[in-house]
């Protein structure tokens, strides 16, 4: 199977290394395209208008800085590639993303369970495998 649209999630700040890593697998797969989904955590409903705004600005601009790394190795590797900055919690980001975009697997890094939350509710690796149809790769730490 040819995987040539690739939806690559990166999560926060602290995960950029593992997200390297899955970057790593994602390129094994010999991609015309990845979609890089990086999601902001929903801002306070208390915060509207300009202000919300605004913020989303900032945060976006963030996101896009720690990014860039991984998009400089996308582009060192001759892929092309977008870059998609959601308000949203990961899981419903991701899932939401892979059906905007048209991509073939979905390429992730996976922690395992990280606490009490997680035992609780899942992982967002998790909760992306329960609710998506495409093929999700997962690459552990």
Do not use: Q, W
Not at 24 to 48: D, F, N, Q, W, Y
């Amino acid at each position: 199977m040819s995987y040539e649209n690739i939806l690559l999630p990166v999560a926060g700040t602290r995960h950029h290394e593992r997200a390297g890593k899955a970057l790593e697998h994602a390129l094994r797969l010999s991609p015309k395209h990845i979609t890089v989904v990086h999601a902001i955590e929903p801002l306070s409903k208390i915060v509207g208008g300009e202000a919300h705004a605004e913020l989303l600005r900032e945060a976006t601009a963030n996101a896009l800085t720690n990014l860039s790394p991984l998009l400089n190795v996308i582009e060192n590797a001759g892929v092309s590639h977008t870059v998609r900055v959601i308000e949203g919690t990961p899981a419903d980001t991701i899932i939401r993303a892979s059906h905007e975009n048209p991509c073939d697997i979905i390429v992730m890094f996976t922690d395992g369970r990280d606490g009490l939350e997680d035992m609780l509710i899942g992982s967002t690796t998790e909760r992306v495998l329960r609710n998506t149809d495409l093929p999700l790769l997962t690459v552990r730490k």
